[in-house]
């Protein structure tokens, strides 16, 4: 099949939004130590223990400390109301002198600042890009801001008297009003008048990456309208990336290798505020990309399309026994192409079925994994859909591939991207029109093999001695006979 005449490219793998790339930035590179490495382990590991053990009695002090600050505070106070200025002071001393207390006993040792640090005045609202559980210190003893996080947060045992400390802006999952909730607060806090003098640190990301990109944007940070100061914080490393993401190490081994570190380095960015102009203020979406730009022109670092979803993802398709990065799609594009039609249960059955196909787990189906999925026989017009499909021309379709094929038949509202790809799968010789043969085949699987083939074409192109018709007169029958692709789409629509 790698010898096979490779057809046009279906027009959705054109889309800038459903570009690939080859970057993933959900796996962590250093997630299996080299033997440097592993000799560390093992040397530096009474450094470790007693590193963490510094760092757990950090956490725990803080955290008292941060109890004994609100006493008396309602909980419907430290939402509603900032702390008084007397309160406000010790808990800036607290995370200033417990945060960096914290990173100087895992082996943050200095860290390089370049850049200006911008006041409320200038950015009431900070925006970062997001790596581990390590950013949150780093940008709380610079700050000592409130920020936004998950009402779980609040819930934590002992830690969580820090965050209520904090005044922590929380998205409560269960809660279809709790997304609306947030962004008023957010913009509340964020007014010029608004009584609450520290700024808000969010990480539009929505999750952890390794760094080697930045993924879509929530627009939450921006759709107050108001100026943003952008940082970049970054990990250099060449033994071990301390990148929480779901193909790499857990929580717990990530402290534990960095505390088996000679030094960790850390560097942190500022970018000078980005203050919105008219069109930005009014598209928060536009806002927040202009700005992931100029984070990603700061760290070399492409923009792509990857989101909290591909997360999800990756989880699905460990579940399933397959490699986790099958599940990495790109899927804010996917939703972009499709105009957020396309769900993510539904996505999630695409890669069950993928899964049934694949069954040596490599990842790739083949064309007769493929025709056996869906119980089908090989025919020239499945084929066809197969190579149009198969985007690179490997033989094969990954799952991307044919996730964007099957959200085209059965998630897409534009009508034309589907005829053209129906014209395609029928031109078996690729000719760009469709010749009596192709034409009877494509009635056939319509369930119209008894129609006259010769009238149909001669209806559609005008012309009685008319021997193949071109895609604008299929374009022309398909409007007159709106019959015929609903019956074909009715039986595509079962591969999904």
Avoid at 270 to 282: D, I, M, R, S, Y
Avoid at 325 to 342: L, S, T
Avoid at 444 to 468: F, I, M, P, Q
Wanted: proline share 5%; with cysteine.
């Amino acid at each position: 099949m790698s010898n096979r005449k490779k057809l046009k490219r279906l027009s959705v793998f054109n889309k800038p939004e459903l570009t690939e790339t080859p970057v993933n930035p959900f796996v962590n590179s250093t997630t299996i130590p080299s033997l440097y490495e592993k000799i560390k382990l093992v040397v530096m590991a009474p450094v470790a223990v007693v590193r963490i053990s510094a760092c757990i009695a950090t956490i725990l002090v803080l955290a008292v400390s941060c109890k004994i600050i609100t006493l008396g505070l309602s909980k419907e106070e430290l939402k509603n109301k900032p702390l008084s200025k007397f309160r406000r002071t010790l808990l800036w001393l607290a995370l200033k002198l417990g945060g960096r207390t914290f990173l100087f006993a895992l082996g943050f040792h200095w860290i390089t600042y370049r850049g200006r640090q911008a006041s409320r005045k200038e950015a009431p609202i900070v925006v970062a890009n997001h790596t581990c559980m390590i950013d949150p210190f780093v940008l709380g003893q610079i700050y000592v801001p409130s920020a936004v996080g998950a009402q779980e947060h609040l819930q934590m045992p002992i830690v969580g008297w820090i965050f209520e400390a904090q005044q922590l802006i929380t998205v409560d999952r269960k809660d279809p009003n709790s997304r609306s909730d947030v962004k008023n607060q957010i913009r509340q806090r964020a007014q010029a008048d608004s009584p609450w003098p520290q700024q808000t640190i969010i990480f539009p990301e929505a999750t952890c990456t390794n760094g080697k990109a930045l993924i879509t944007f929530r627009g939450g940070p921006f759709a107050p309208g108001v100026p943003v100061q952008p940082v970049v914080v970054r990990f250099p490393a060449t033994h071990f990336h301390p990148c929480w993401v779901q193909s790499g190490p857990g929580m717990g081994m990530i402290f534990y290798r960095l505390a088996c570190q000679f030094h960790n380095y850390i560097t942190v960015d500022f970018l000078p505020p980005h203050v919105p102009n008219a069109q930005e203020k009014a598209n928060a979406i536009l806002y927040g990309n202009h700005v992931r730009e100029r984070m990603a022109e700061k760290m070399q670092v492409p923009c792509t399309w990857h989101s909290y979803s591909d997360v999800r993802l990756q989880i699905a398709a460990r579940k399933l026994g397959l490699a986790e990065d099958v599940g990495v799609v790109g899927m804010q594009g996917v939703q972009e192409a499709f105009g957020h039609n396309i769900r993510a249960d539904t996505v999630q059955k695409h890669l069950k079925a993928f899964a049934t196909m694949d069954v040596e787990r490599t990842g790739h189906i083949n064309m007769a994994q493929f025709a056996k999925g869906f119980q089908v026989e090989v025919t020239p017009s499945l084929m066809s859909l197969f190579n149009l499909l198969d985007n690179d021309g490997s033989g094969f379709l990954d799952f991307r591939e044919y996730l964007l094929g099957l959200a085209l038949l059965n998630e897409s509202n534009d009508r034309s991207s589907i005829l053209k790809l129906v014209f395609q799968v029928f031109d078996a010789d690729g000719s760009k029109t469709l010749s009596i043969t192709e034409l009877s085949s494509f009635l056939v699987r319509c369930g119209y093999g008894d129609v006259d083939v010769g009238s149909v074409l001669a209806e559609a192109t005008g012309r009685k001695d008319a021997t193949s018709m071109s895609y604008e007169a299929f374009e022309s029958l398909i409007t007159n006979h709106p019959e015929f692709m609903q019956l074909f789409t009715n039986k595509l629509n079962a591969f999904g």
